[in-house]
C-alpha cells in the first residue's frame, strides 16, 4: 500500500515478512512475467524487467520461479496468462481516496472480489475518473539509508530528473516524473547505491488526516483489498502520524 506516510515504509518492511509470503510471491511472478512480455526478456534491455527480478529476488522469492516467470513472459517458454492491467476506484471510511491496482486474466472476478472487499470493509466503489484526479503516477524509489544522508541521494539523483528525496526514518524515497525513473535508477547505481524497489506509483496531491480509529479501518479494507488474488497494489490518499501508527500497531 502506497500512501508516501511512514505508514508505506512500515508497509514495505512488514511485506518481506508477510505471512501471506505465498500472494506476496505470486504478486510478484506477475510482474516478471507482464515487464517481459511488455519489453522483452532481457532484464540488460528492460529496466522494469529488471527492477522486478530484482524485487522478487529481495523479497526471497525462489531463481527457478523467478527465471520461469521470465521465460514465459519473452516467449521462450510456453505458457503464461494474458494479463491485464484494471484500475478500480473508490472510497474507505472517512472519505479516503483509494486506486487499485489490478493484474488479471478474468475481468469479471477482479471487479467482483474487488467490489466485495469494498463494500464488507466500509468503503464503496467510485465511477472512474471520480477518484484517479487526486493522484499523478510518479516514479518512487525506496533505499536504505545504510549510512547514506540526503545530499549524498541528492546528488547522485539530482541531474536525473528527481523531483524530491523524501525521509522515512530507516529509507529514503525519491520521486520523479514517470518517465524519469529509468534515468533515476540508472544514477544511482552509477553512483553504486543500492535501492530496494522502483516503481511508477500514483502518488496523492494531497493528503488526509487519520485517528487511530479511522486509520484502523482503512487498513482493515486495505489489507481486504491486498488479500484479492489479481489486486496488485493499493494506493490511497492517507497521511499517518507516528503516534496514530503506534497506538494501531500496539
Not at 500514483?202 to 491486498?226: N, Q
Amino acid at each position: 500500500m502506497s500512501g508516501h506516510s511512514k505508514w508505506a515504509t512500515t508497509k514495505h518492511k512488514k511485506a518481506v515478512v508477510d505471512a501471506k509470503r505465498g500472494k506476496l510471491f505470486a504478486k510478484l511472478i506477475k510482474n516478471i512475467e507482464v515487464a517481459a512480455r511488455t519489453g522483452g526478456g532481457d532484464p540488460d534491455g528492460n529496466p522494469t524487467l529488471y527492477d522486478a527480478m530484482q524485487k522478487a529476488r529481495k523479497n526471497s522469492v525462489p531463481l527457478d520461479n523467478i527465471e520461469r516467470a521470465r521465460k514465459r513472459g519473452g516467449g521462450e517458454e510456453a505458457g503464461g496468462a494474458d494479463w491485464q492491467t484494471i484500475m478500480y476506484e473508490g472510497y474507505g471510511p472517512n472519505g479516503v481516496a483509494i486506486l487499485v491496482e489490478c493484474l488479471t486474466d478474468n475481468r469479471n472476478r477482479a471487479a467482483s472480489e474487488v467490489r466485495t472487499a469494498m463494500t464488507r470493509n466500509g468503503g464503496s466503489m467510485a465511477d472512474p475518473g471520480s477518484v484517479s484526479y487526486l493522484f499523478s503516477r510518479k516514479g518512487v524509489v525506496l533505499l536504505p539509508k545504510n549510512g547514506l544522508s540526503e545530499d549524498d541521494v541528492l546528488g547522485a539523483v539530482l541531474e536525473s530528473g528527481a523531483e524530491e528525496v523524501n525521509d522515512h526514518g530507516e529509507n529514503f524515497e525519491v520521486v520523479s516524473e514517470a518517465a524519469d525513473l529509468v534515468a533515476v535508477r540508472s544514477a544511482l547505481r552509477e553512483a553504486g547505491i543500492e535501492y530496494d524497489s522502483a516503481e511508477a506509483d500514483f502518488v496523492p496531491s494531497g493528503t488526509v488526516e487519520l485517528d487511530v480509529d479511522t486509520a484502523r479501518k482503512v487498513f482493515r479494507l486495505i489489507d481486504a483489498l491486498e488479500d484479492c488474488d489479481d489486486v496488485q497494489n493499493v494506493f490511497s490518499n492517507i497521511d499517518v502520524s507516528d503516534e496514530v501508527m503506534q497506538a494501531v500497531e500496539a
